[in-house]
């Protein structure tokens, strides 16, 4: 048994499948449960192009690429807790390349129930021949734990031409998809078919080479269970569909977790922007005018659903620090010292501070901190330039000027909205960011110039509670 440079021994693995892999060309790594390295396989260690003595010991971090540590901390997390969700990395090598790989991790636990490391089998995905070879690794993970492998050929029907035996658990056998007898639209939940063939044909449209996509699928005995659907897609030279290899984990129970989490947190969201609006009665329903555009210009730029949903949320309570600023100066019928202006442009820290504890599964404390940056540096509270401003606070920067100008403040009367864009227009690419700029202006194009008419068109695709929103399905961009 491999020991990392004087630590514990690493925990036990079943050797027998370790062999398997290291015989097809996979990586194994182990760690204890402080993600500490305790055994790597040759493979892996030559992959990297480090010593066995120079990896074992040390944290996995440290031989990722900047873009995956956050990705293998949360992912870690998950594994203390039960979950083992097979997801990518990108491995850093010791002469400077990267080495971009799926990752089946499962949790390992003692007699106790205590959990003590993680066991993980790694395949190579750096040429699309590679995915052939991951499959053949996966479907040895898939013993670890209950992933299901798939292949299908993209068309109208996605005929599935292979999937392996862990489809048991949603009551299925692999013969019932030989040659293609069972199609995804029998499979995908109904309410579900749509958004998922085209969040398929959005994908290999703009040549994304894997994405993720969670849907409801349908036992054979008709149950509905969550799954997320890890896709890569292969190009062949002389085949004009391309083949889908994915592999698909039920995530029902997180789901449901993810739910009742994301119900509790919409409801806090929403009496915060009642509050604060009772509290500054001038700009009263501004934070939900200002979501309402926000969801707009998302929509416009196709953002994802979850970020959709998540912009909406962020844009209801971006100025929920002015519960900090005196309603004597958020009053005022003039014009501010600047002493005041330091005051009020100190609502975005309070804003932020007020949600910091707040685990949510949208970046909405950066809207918070960040939707006064502007491109050029010239923004507060941190001065952010361009790309490091996140998509979220750009549009609702946007959104945010053209609602305050168009409307009343005590300081000044409404500008309008013809106005609001003319500012916009003037500053886009300097102040503002070009894309939600013009797909504003394409909102407005659609609904006019005319403030009530606006918000009362944008207020009509509203739901009448985001408890009954649909969520599915959530389809992300492609993933590091």
Known sequence: M??????????????????????LGGGV?????????TYVNPWLADRLGFALERILGRPVTEFLSNGSETRFNIEFD????????????????????????IVFDSPIHDAGGNFIGSFAVIADITEPRRIEEGLAIAKLASQVNSTVLYRARYGRD??????????????????????????????????????????????????????????????????????????????EPHQQAPLLHGFLTDITENQISELNLRNALIQTIQAISVTVDKRDPYTAGHQRRVALLSRAIGSELRLESRRLEGLYLGA????????????????????????????????????ADIVREVT???????????????????????????KDILVEARILAVADVLEAMSGHRPYRPARGLDAALAELARHK?????????????????????????????LGEGEPASLLSAPTTPVVDFARD
Not at 2 to 23: C, F, H, M, Y
Not at 184 to 193: R, S
Not at 322 to 331: H, Q, Y
Not at 447 to 456: D, I, Q, S, V
Request: with cysteine; proline share 5%; net charge negative.
């Open 2 to 23: 491999v020991k990392g440079s004087g630590r514990s021994e690493r925990p036990p693995i079943d050797l027998r499948l370790e062999q398997a892999i290291d015989r």
């Open 29 to 37: 790594a182990v760690t204890d449960q402080s993600a500490t390295l």
């Open 78 to 101: 998950k594994g203390k807790r039960g979950t083992h969700d097979p997801y990518q990395l990108t491995w850093r090598q010791a002469n400077g390349g990267s080495l971009p790989t």
């Open 158 to 235: 996605i005929a599935v031409e292979y999937v392996s035996r862990s489809i048991s658990q949603f009551g299925y056998t692999p013969e019932d998809f030989t040659g293609g007898r069972t199609k995804l639209a029998d499979v995908v939940h109904g309410d579900d078919v749509q958004a998922v063939m085209a969040g398929l044909s959005r994908h290999i449209e703009d040549g994304t080479d894997s994405f993720v996509q969670r849907y409801r699928v349908l036992t054979k005995n008709r149950e509905t269970r969550w799954v997320e659907d890890h896709v890569f897609v292969l190009r």
């Open 316 to 351: 209801l309570i971006h100025d929920i620090g002015k519960v900090g600023v005196p309603i004597e100066i958020l009053a005022k019928p003039g014009r501010l010292t600047e002493s005041e202006m330091g005051v009020v442009r100190a609502h975005v820290d309070i804003g």
């Open 360 to 386: 949510f599964p949208w970046a909405i404390i950066r809207m918070i901190e960040e939707h006064h940056e502007r491109l050029d540096g010239q923004g507060y509270p941190k001065g952010l330039l361009g």
């Open 429 to 457: 690419e300097t102040l503002y960011d070009r894309a939600p700029v013009d797909a504003c202006m394409a909102v407005l194009h659609r609904h006019g110039t005319e403030p009530e008419a606006l918000w009362r068109a």
